[in-house]
């Protein structure tokens, strides 16, 4: 019997599955092309203007959602004011009716590619799926933002007028509540000179996360390169203050009768002319602060408030009109304006027009490249050909009365090719020592150039006899411009001139405290506001430096020698040498934290504590001494180990050999026991005193390091210093001697004093104050690691030392 298996043929799924897709991709082109604003708004194509908008108004008034509780009264009432949209302006209509496209932005040769488009728009907000029909809005596409445009341009321009950003989306529902305010808010704002942007979430994802906008709706700030976002309720008054806010706050200064002259005479130090505005109003418009945010490197503005009693004075002297907005403009002269405005409708593109007519002074000091390069352009077009008329000259008094008489003459000369400028040889010496031929100038000179080249190449000439003000002196810079004026030629000289030094450039310390306050402020306001996403990396870094920092400490105050484990009380001596430690300070140690040495006894209780369980990577170093050296040796212990006592493996303990008097023949012969090739020579001989030795006890590794008492001569008081020194140096030769036969260790052991018995037997005779007179020099080679070390298989125990001392006796 045989069993025939059947199945579908691989290719019958996706084949219905295309088919299936094409069924819905024309069903869903043919809904979108159904949508007709004529039909949603019931006039005919013929329909005019009036018709359309009666029409609107009608159906509006009728499906408004605040008065239709009908369902499906939001959605009409969006569609409804979409065709008015559409209807309303004849270009989109013409569009609509020539290709069937509602967007302005599409070109017209694609039209074949809105079905598609319109395809994707119904499938995700067509009424029937979600109730949630939304396009772009036709009013923002002229603000429409993109990331290229906006680092390009937008951002660049911020530092000369605020912009106002608006971040949506074709999601979001809540942009639509605020679209009445945002209308408003742009036609108040964008005439007095506010940029505004439009970024859509959807398309510029890249820009949107640049300005750390994650959400939509959302307002932003964008002034002076820096973004801050709207967080209060979406009300023209709030977003207008909000810009107003941001906006440098010494921008126009408040000006009285009590203050007006030293501001007018303040041109002197800025550099720059001066703006008053007169007006009825007792705060500043913002009209005027965004006209001096725009030109605030260039002139200095005042505020005149004339309903105030405190400007009569000013009013009088200026004989100013009281019924409409007075703008008056000074230069050199703070008596007479050089420029006056007057109107009741003061107009944005006015006052720039105004501003800009009159941004420098009639002889402005070049304070920077920037204000070099606006005044004396390179050369371009020989019709555009700009002369520059320099003065260099000083800031001394002796100065004045020429700088006043070139000032004169400049203003009387004024010629559109023309252009002075002076500059003070001190604050401008690279520039000057160019012009001069690195000659300095006692008296003014007159330079007479013209620009060639953005890297500094200029043709000039030197007005002959200098500049001292006088009659013969004008009339002489007077031929010779007017030779230049016939004869281009006349500039005989080159040169390549220096970037101009930044005179009005603030300090560092300035720059750094701004810089601080800004961040502050803009941590203070993510916090405030919770954008924890743009926080999240300064977050890090903050609690990450909060975690080493304690970490470290919370390590440090657990390594702490005896802090961690309670102890029982014992016996301490503890010598306070704070007048003697001051006198040894080691560089390769920690600062002592205490002013005396704690050092502890070895006993019977401490041993185990203190040795043999030590921790690892810790020493003990311990002193043996005598009831009768005792104290002398424990002062000078502590002296010398003083500057080691910060380290913190480090212990410091002394043992009393007439307590435990076998403890360290028992520990050397176990030493020597572990080492027999190098402790054959020393088995003979043991010596009699072992106070003055120091031993170095690491009790995890069981080997210790060991000192030995050398007399080093050093005091003259002794009459046998001579004779020991003598000794003394014997035994280092003997002991270099026989260091081909003994190994490396033991030959620095004699070097350090640990040399044979025979060199301590004249230990015995060493004064106690002398015997630990190298401890310094040997505990800076212990902290080296350059010691030798002998190693024991284990500790004697004190209990036993002590028992079988009675028997050995």
Same mark, same amino acid.
């Given at each position: ?292 945010? *725009? ?305 502890? =006894? ?37 002296? =010398? ?44 001989? =043991? ?66 004093? *640990? ?28 902290? =080296? ?25």
């Amino acid at each position: 019997m045989t069993v025939r298996r059947t199945s579908r043929h691989p290719g019958t799924c996706p084949v219905l599955l295309a088919i299936f897709l094409l069924i819905l991709c024309v069903q869903s082109v043919k809904t979108a092309s159904d949508y007709d604003p004529y039909k949603i708004l019931g006039v005919s194509r013929s329909a005019s203007q009036a018709e359309i908008k009666r029409a609107y108004k009608n159906l509006a008034r009728e499906w408004h959602p605040d008065k239709n509780k009908d369902p499906k009264a939001e959605d009409m009432f969006i569609k409804i004011s979409k065709s008015y949209e559409i209807l309303s302006n004849e270009e989109r209509r013409s569009n609509f009716d020539r290709y069937g496209q509602m967007d302005e932005n599409q070109p017209f040769g694609q039209s074949q590619h809105h079905g598609f488009r319109s395809f994707h728009n119904s499938f995700y907000f067509d009424e029937s799926f979600f109730h949630f029909p939304r396009s772009r809005d036709f009013a923002d596409s002229k603000y429409l933002l993109h990331h290229a445009q906006f680092n390009s341009d937008v951002l660049p321009d911020s530092h000369k007028r605020p912009y106002l950003i608006k971040v949506t989306s074709e999601w979001c529902f809540a942009c639509i509540h605020i679209e009445p305010v945002w209308k408003e808010t742009v036609q108040e704002l964008e005439p007095l000179g506010v940029g505004i942007g439009v970024v859509d979430l959807g398309y510029e994802r890249r820009l949107a996360n640049q300005l750390g906008a994650h959400r939509a709706p959302s307002i932003i700030a964008l002034v002076n390169g820096r973004v801050t976002f709207f967080h209060q309720a979406v009300v023209r008054e709030h977003l207008r203050q909000f810009i107003e806010d941001l906006l440098p706050h010494k921008l126009v200064e408040k000006i009285t009768d009590n203050n007006y002259l030293t501001f007018l005479d303040n041109w002197h130090v800025e550099n720059k002319p001066t703006v008053i505005l007169f007006d009825q109003v007792p705060v500043v418009p913002l009209l005027y602060k965004l006209t001096a945010f *725009a030109f605030r490197d260039y002139v200095r503005f005042g505020f005149v408030d004339q309903g105030d009693t405190h400007c009569t004075r000013l009013l009088r002297q200026f004989n100013i009109n009281t019924y409409a907005p007075t703008m008056l403009l000074f230069k050199e002269d703070t008596e007479k304006p050089v420029d006056i405005i007057q109107a009741r409708g003061m107009k944005r593109q006015i006052m720039d027009e105004f501003v800009s007519n009159n941004k420098f002074l009639q002889v402005p000091r070049l304070v920077n490249q920037q204000l070099f390069d606006e005044l004396c352009p390179v050369k371009q077009f020989h019709r555009r050909r700009k002369y520059c008329v320099l003065l260099i000259t000083g800031e001394d008094q002796a100065f004045v009365p020429g700088n006043k008489a070139f000032l004169d003459f400049a203003t009387a000369n004024r010629k559109e090719v023309l252009r002075f400028a002076y500059v003070y040889q001190r604050h401008q010496q690279p520039l000057c020592q160019a012009l001069l031929h690195n000659q300095a100038s006692l008296s003014p000179q007159v330079v007479i150039l013209e620009r060639r080249s953005q890297a500094g190449k200029v043709l000039y000439r030197s007005v002959s006899g200098g500049w001292n003000g006088s009659e013969e002196d004008k009339y002489r810079l007077h031929e010779q411009l007017e030779l230049l004026q016939k004869d281009p030629t006349y500039l005989t000289s080159d040169a390549t001139l220096p970037e101009l030094n930044n005179e009005m450039a603030p300090i560092f310390i300035i720059q750094w405290m701004n810089a601080a306050y800004d961040y502050i402020v803009q941590i203070y306001d993510d916090l405030l506001y919770s954008n924890w996403r743009e926080m999240m990396p300064i977050l890090s870094l903050i609690f990450s430096a909060l975690f080493i920092l304690f970490g470290t400490v919370i390590i440090q105050a657990f390594s702490e020698p005896g802090e961690n484990k309670p102890r029982k009380p014992k016996p301490r001596e503890q010598p306070q040498t704070e007048n003697d430690a001051s006198s040894r300070a080691n560089t390769s140690s920690r600062p002592p934290k205490k002013d005396f040495v704690e050092v502890t =006894e070895l006993t019977d209780i401490t041993y185990t504590s203190n040795l043999v369980k030590l921790m690892p990577g810790h020493i003990n170093v311990v002193l043996v001494l005598t009831n009768a050296s005792k104290n002398a040796l424990l002062r000078k212990f502590a002296k =010398e180990v003083f500057s080691f006592s910060g380290t913190q493996t480090l212990h410091f303990s002394f043992l009393n050999v007439d307590k435990h008097r076998h403890w360290m023949p028992s520990l050397l012969r176990s030493a020597s026991d572990a080492a027999e090739n190098e402790a054959h020579s020393d088995e003979d001989e =043991e010596p009699s005193d072992y106070a003055g030795h120091v031993l170095a006890l690491n009790g995890y590794k069981k080997y210790f390091c060991l000192f030995r008492p050398v007399f080093t001569g050093d005091d003259p008081s002794d009459s046998s210093s001579e004779t020991s020194f003598s000794s003394d140096s014997r035994r280092k030769s003997r002991s270099r001697s026989r260091s081909s036969s003994h190994s490396r260790s033991r030959s620095h052991s004699r070097e350090d004093g *640990a040399g044979p018995k025979r060199g301590s037997s004249r230990a015995t005779s060493i004064e106690v104050h002398h015997k630990l007179d190298r401890l310094g020099l040997w505990m800076e080679r212990l902290m =080296e690691g350059t010691l030798p070390r002998l190693q024991v298989p284990a500790w004697p125990s004190l209990d036993e030392t002590t028992n079988t001392s009675p028997s050995d006796s």
